[in-house]
């Protein structure tokens, strides 16, 4: 599943009881994907359970996220970044902490009929992360807003920002990469794979892509 799943917190951190709002189309589908799912494991005893990572982010990501268009932009010698809203603000978890933590999930026993997120519970908003990655480059960037990737309004989702308490007391998950420095250490991994050149060449930082 997915974070997008809860929409604009109504509380923070954010637990697995948060009600479930669709603000868009793709959290729409994930709710009715886990009532589907769920529906087997009620009707048929077949063993599921939900994991809602929040946002994920390392190598080899699609150019689509968040983390990507900055630090390929960056990569690619631009002093200027495009984005969208900067407001918002996510709980970025690095890959090899949600890998473990589906893994634990698949593993664990008494999770089947569980809703389980994954998070590092902390938040970031989206301009103060643009500024840990540049720091992290040591290439300053001023941000400009582009009308094409900025969400309607009311699809926008403000505040994610993940309770993982379940995850640890179901699961035995704590992320690696937790908190600021947590999330330091997975940017750098993440620059590193970046500004490989022949990584790169297959971006195009210019280019916004739905």
């Known amino acids: 599943s997915t974070s997008e799943v809860y929409g604009s917190a109504q509380f923070v951190p954010i637990t697995e009881e948060h009600r479930l709002q669709g603000q868009s189309p793709y959290a729409a589908s994930k709710i009715g994907a886990d009532q589907l ?20 982010y390392g190598p080899r990501q699609s150019a689509r996220a968040v983390i990507p268009t900055i630090v390929s932009q960056i990569a690619a ?3 200027t970044i495009s984005l969208g809203s900067t407001a918002p ?12 933590g589906f893994l634990k999930a ?24 643009v500024h840990e990655i540049a720091g992290l480059m040591g290439s300053p960037v001023d941000i400009v807003t582009d ?27 704590q992320p690696a990469y937790a908190g600021l420095e947590g999330l330091r250490e997975g940017l750098a991994s993440t620059i590193e794979w970046f500004s490989e050149p022949s990584h790169l060449a297959a971006y195009k930082p210019g280019v916004y892509s739905v």
């Open 89 to 100: 603000t996510r709980d970025f978890n690095y890959v090899a902490d949600v890998v473990d």
């Open 37 to 56: 799912a769920f529906s087997f494991h009620q009707s048929f005893g077949t063993t599921v359970t939900i994991v809602r990572p929040f946002n994920t």
């Open 106 to 129: 698949a593993q664990a026993e008494g999770s089947s009929g569980e809703v389980v997120n994954l998070g590092s519970n902390f938040e970031i908003a989206i301009g103060d992360l």
């Open 77 to 79: 010698g631009k002093n």
């Open 147 to 173: 009308d094409l990737r900025i969400r309607p309004a009311r699809s926008e989702v403000d505040r994610l920002w993940a309770d993982n308490n379940k995850a640890s007391s179901l699961l035995g998950w």
